[in-house]
């Protein structure tokens, strides 16, 4: 065995070296309507849906807008609020907040306005899988259907999923690129001899004038990632020499969001916002939906027509759009004014929670 290790012609010329892990470019055929793939593992052409898929919109149409009321708050539902607030806060103490005298509570008109876009993408890459006599549906049974005429069920709507289909007639087999069909490939670590140069002794078998008691004198040891053997199972067919080659559509269905506040409290954080509800008073839905016209905000008639747009332009290009959904909410913000022990001092209440915004509070270092 160890004069077999020392020889080189325990070297096996035959077994290959790894290839790429990744078909190389060329190495596969084009499948009509599936011609933008040019190999590579990053390779994931886009289609854009043909014309007839998307909506049109309409010219002149608007969408009005009911009134609405702002709602209010009162003392109790205010005191409340800060109370709970103070109790979150281990350095508040709960007396300012049960004995204040409230000056003013002012509502503050504030209207969020949410587009939503639901959208449907199609990508495709060419996949693989060891080839082991599984079916083949090649293009001997027919033509591979163009990507959009692929049927796949849609989720419910604005609802985030993916769906992977496999593209029908698009298979095929091929010769293991990775082993070219060996099912082996070389062993990196050791060349493909099985052995190794000790690392202790440097390949001299001794160590300190004495037989290197790593590998016994020999000067090698046995490459522990092949097992001696100089070669490994192909980690791309797993032995199977061949492989199965097929296009494999994506289906990517997403609930685009974008959300405006104006901005009128430079006092009150408008981050704030984001993880409170309000009141949605107005809800339109529809394949397209259309801008909003007078309402007595102006900024949220002017801020629907640009996103309204912006979407459109931005999706239609790539996507299908199957569905948009408007909303108007009107966000409670209530501006409380107060006084204690002499002093005057204010806070926010705000969202359907009631969550409180205070940047300062009578005593912000007293336990109870």
């Not at 289609?47 to 709602?71: F, G, H, K, S």
């Not at 494999?248 to 509800?277: A, G, M, S």
Request: proline share 9%; hydrophobic share 25%; glycine share 6%.
């Amino acid at each position: 065995m160890d004069e077999k290790d020392e020889d080189p012609d325990a070297f096996d010329p035959n077994i290959p070296e790894e290839g790429p892990s990744a078909p190389p470019p060329g190495w596969l055929d084009d499948i009509h309507g599936y011609q933008g793939h040019k190999g590579g593992v990053d390779d994931n052409p886009l289609y854009p849906p043909p014309p007839a898929y998307n909506p049109q919109p309409e010219l002149n149409r608007n969408t009005l807008v009911p009134d609405i009321t702002v709602p209010t708050v009162s003392e109790d539902v205010a005191r409340d609020a800060l109370l709970k607030f103070v109790e979150s806060k281990w350095t508040y103490s709960s007396k300012p907040a049960r004995n204040l005298t409230f000056k003013d509570l002012k509502p503050i008109t504030v209207y969020r306005y949410r587009l939503e876009t639901y959208t449907e993408t199609r990508t495709s890459t060419w996949n693989f899988e060891p080839y082991n006599g599984q079916m083949v549906d090649g293009p001997q049974y027919g033509m591979s259907p163009p990507p959009w005429d692929i049927p796949v069920t849609v989720p419910q709507r604005y609802t985030d999923m993916v769906e992977k289909v496999c593209v029908p007639h698009s298979s095929f087999v091929k010769m293991c690129h990775k082993c070219n069909g060996c099912g082996r490939t070389r062993c990196t670590h050791c060349f493909g001899r099985g052995r190794k140069r000790c690392t202790f002794c440097h390949g001299s078998g001794r160590n300190r004038n004495k037989r290197c008691t790593s590998c016994h004198g020999r000067g090698r040891k046995r490459c522990l990632h092949c097992q001696g053997h100089g070669f490994k199972t192909c980690s791309v067919c797993h032995g199977s020499q061949n492989l199965l080659h097929y296009i494999l559509l994506t289906v990517t269905w997403k609930n685009n969001v974008e959300d405006f506040i104006p901005d009128r409290q430079p006092d009150f954080p408008d981050k704030k916002f984001e993880k409170v509800t309000g009141d949605p008073f107005f809800i339109d839905e529809n394949v397209l939906v259309y801008p909003i016209q007078g309402f007595p905000d102006q900024e949220i008639c002017d801020i629907s027509t640009k996103m309204i747009n912006e979407h459109l332009n931005h999706f239609s290009s790539t996507s299908r759009i199957l569905q948009q959904r408007q909303t108007i909410e009107m966000v409670p913000l209530t501006h409380a004014h107060y006084y204690y022990k002499g002093k005057e001092y204010n806070f926010y209440v705000y969202g359907m929670e009631n969550k409180v915004f205070a940047s300062k509070y009578p005593s912000a270092c007293t336990l109870l």
